[in-house]
């Protein structure tokens, strides 16, 4: 294939996981590995993967929490993995919002078959885009490269990812909760203000005035807002 298609695996026994990896790399996937369920939503955010291999027990939040999660921003394939042949499982599962169920242990063969069919067959809103363009700023996900008025913008890696996820949420304000979620994969605690200096960070950067912002706002009380529109040439720039 001439696009490696991603896919993200969350499964906290090593071993298992290990051949699985070592089995998808050999048929030319780029996998990514994560053991704890408190760890999806962040390296989703950073990865997009193309399918998400998802088993039911894992540490820090269980398969079914996170299907959930993930359900609540993107419509990537899901196939659950669990080592209980449980009917009740598989029915939780599928209305969590998964797409398909794989009992353990798994055969190679058969799971390839199921991760082909569900890449094939998503729709074209499943795929995530890698690049985003607004006026004169670019965001580049997979190169991790930022461009404003055709000049480079160095960013952290957390930055990046921060402004990564406002952009692709352009034009809707984004609580605290959903931020963290996705970022560091945890709740909100109501006193960490990380993000709050990062935004502060990313106007210094992007020359948003902190006392009348019209790129990055801050709507009290509900969250932050990247606009969409506020980022075009203003006259005196045009030549």
Known sequence: MTNQERILLVEDDII?????VEYLVEQDYCVQHVVRGDEVMAMFSQFCPDIVLLDVMLP??????????LREHSVVPII??????DEYDEVIGLEAGANDYVIKPVRPRALLARIKNLVQSAPAT????????FGQLSIDQQAKRVIYQDQEIDLSTNLFAFLWFLASHAGQVIDRESVFQALKGREY?????????MLSTLRKLFNDDPQSPKKFKTIWGKGYLFVADAWQATP????
């Open 236 to 239: 005196q720039q045009e030549p």
């Open 16 to 20: 298992l996981a290990n051949w699985i």
């Open 80 to 85: 659950m993995l669990t080592a209980r042949a």
């Open 189 to 197: 605690d109501g006193l960490d203000r990380r993000f709050d200096v």
């Open 126 to 133: 499943a795929q995530p885009t890698s690049k985003l363009d």
């Open 60 to 69: 820090g939040i269980s398969g079914i929490e996170v299907c959930r999660q």
